[in-house]
């Protein structure tokens, strides 16, 4: 089976910074893209981040994430990686893992992930 179990989630201040990790076992690191997605209260689950593995590799971020967030992978430890960097307290939330399992998905839509970790809890406080 396909697991994926995220870590790294925790409370900072605002202005701090946060490493999340999403190791990936019961297969490699899949060829297809691969996403950090999170979810607040009363919100929908929103893309914050996109790994994929076309082009060459292209990277695809959020708006309000662009220029502090960062997303990686470590194909060597099967994991995936996002960095972040000058959290806000807006970006208070839980955030998810997540495996496409085709090609074509788009960037942005929980609906083109089939797989999904259980989730880590994120909280910027003011």
């Known amino acids: 089976a396909q697991v994926l179990v995220e870590s790294g989630g925790g409370s900072v201040q605002a202005g701090g910074s946060l490493r999340l990790s999403c190791v990936v076992s019961g297969y490699t690191l899949p060829k297809y893209a691969m996403a950090w997605f999170r979810q607040a209260p009363g919100n929908e689950r929103e893309a914050v981040a996109t790994?994929?593995?076309?082009?060459?590799?292209?990277?695809y971020y959020a708006d309000s994430v662009k220029g502090r967030f960062t997303i990686s992978r470590d194909n060597a430890k099967n994991t995936l990686y996002l960095q972040m960097n000058s959290l806000k307290p807006e970006d208070t939330a839980m955030y998810y893992c997540?495996?496409?399992?085709?090609?074509?998905?788009?960037?942005?839509?929980?609906?083109?992930?089939?797989?999904w970790g259980q989730g880590t809890q994120v909280t910027v406080s003011s």
């Open positions: 997540a495996a496409a399992q085709r090609f074509g998905v788009s960037w942005y839509s929980p609906s083109g992930f089939g797989v």
């Open positions: 790994s994929s593995t076309r082009g060459g590799g292209t990277n």
